[in-house]
């Protein structure tokens, strides 16, 4: 049998998704297993922690120490593995591994031998099969069903004149001014609802890792309920309770992007922000998920 490649995952929930999702299409592409690599978490506690598995009814094929190893001894530390994939882009053929600024899906059926992949390949070409093959994988736990369940039901939203609002905020707030990622505009979000509002919508329900700061700031005319933890009480429950609105408008973050693709409705309505990176970045680390089809560009500056 074909030795496996491996996948780290690290990060939030939408890159372990990205991660999982390029195992999936990696074992497509080359026909050998991927295993993933968690032990980055005994390092990173960030965004609690391997959640992947916590909020979705998944157990990853795991890499053991021993099949890291065989791949490159490098692998052994966390430290010199983020230094070397700043390094990787100037490596070239000497790089010990494979990441997301190096290499990719049209290039992974090349290599003779397994590879060890590190990065959040968010910007790969993901066709609609591999993205229905991890929708069938990604089956929520009992009792985080069960907990969205409850608290969407408090909420009682009418499903055809309700929307959801997610809006992340947090370290986008702090982040430089160059940074990849940016906060978007408070503007941004009511264009948008003054466009649903035209099309019906009657209720809007906010999802924020800043409802309290948002609660403070948001002026608009429209009927909003802000979700906080008297509602929801984690971003798993409340992950689950976004893929339950048909129409939904996301930030630009993995965490929206993967609650719109794994919504109950896939005929609903989703808008998503353009442009997703901060026009002023001009750094490598950029990546943008793809907009997908039948979903709707707004664009956030309203030009």
Known sequence: MARPNIV???????????????????ERETGRQTLYDVSDFE??????????????????PRAEPRDVKRLSLLLCSY??????????????????????????????????????????WQDQPYDEAILDRVRARLRFR????????????????DIESSAALQIRRGDYLTAAANAPHYSLPLAHY?????????????????????????RAEFN??????FVDETISGSPGIDFRMLTRFKTLVIS??????????????????????????????????????????????????GS
Request: aromatic share 14%; proline share 6%; glycine share 8%.
């Open 8 to 26: 780290n995952i690290v990060g939030g929930l939408g890159n372990q998704l990205f991660q999982y999702l390029f195992g999936l299409a990696l």
């Open 142 to 157: 009992a009792d985080i069903d069960s907990a969205a369940d409850r608290a969407f039901q408090a909420l009682e939203p």
């Open 79 to 120: 430290e010199v593995k983020r230094a070397v994939s700043r390094l990787s882009h100037v490596l070239g053929p000497l790089r010990p591994w494979e990441t997301d600024r190096t290499s990719g899906l049209e290039t992974a059926s090349s290599y003779s031998a397994p590879r060890y992949f590190r990065g959040y």
């Open 220 to 225: 608009c005319p429209h009927h909003v309920t």
């Open 190 to 214: 009511y264009r948008s609802m003054e466009m649903l509002s035209a099309e019906g919508i009657r209720h809007f329900y906010v999802f924020s890792d800043d409802i309290e700061g948002l």
């Open 252 to 301: 630009n973050s993995t965490f929206g992007w993967w609650a719109a693709v794994l919504r109950s409705y896939p005929s609903g309505k989703v808008i998503a922000p353009e442009p997703w990176i901060n026009p002023t970045h001009r750094g490598r680390m950029a990546q943008s998920p793809a907009i997908l089809d039948g979903w709707t560009r707004a664009d956030v500056w």
């Open 43 to 60: 390092h990173y506690d960030l965004h609690g922690g391997l959640t992947i598995e916590r909020y979705f009814d998944l157990d990853l």
